[in-house]
């Protein structure tokens, strides 16, 4: 019966961007994507068998993600919204993109702080 059949919840990172962002709602919705994706990176980098329903979650959430943070203009901005993707592949385990991430941030005391939360980075 699909009268009671519930509809899958849209993720954020599925959601239609309607006209061009400004560097802080960019930053705003990299900070919603990241949050919103948490749980399901925890659950992919937790396990060992992991369910790849969540992995392709994760994984589209950290390609949104970046799409959107490579068009943030100013540098301190869009540093921080890198960390926070770096953060979320972190939590998934997902060291090869993180590494790479990590390179492209050029403000120092936010890579200090990467190397000071992630050792493994360096």
Do not use: H
Request: neutral net charge.
């Amino acid at each position: 019966m699909k009268w009671f059949a519930r509809r899958q919840p849209a993720d954020i990172w599925d959601e239609a961007i309607l006209g061009p962002l400004g560097d802080i709602d960019a930053a705003e919705r990299i900070r919603n994507i990241c949050e919103a994706a948490r749980a399901g990176a925890e659950a992919v980098g937790g396990s060992a068998q992991s369910a790849t329903r969540e992995r392709e979650r994760y994984e589209r959430a950290a390609r949104v993600a970046m799409e959107i943070a490579m068009k943030i203009a100013d540098d301190l901005m869009r540093d921080d919204a890198v960390r926070r993707i770096v953060d979320l592949c972190m939590k998934a385990n997902d060291l090869r993109t993180a590494q790479i991430l990590f390179r492209a941030i050029q403000a120092g005391w936010i890579r200090e702080a990467i190397q000071r939360d992630y050792p493994a980075l360096t």
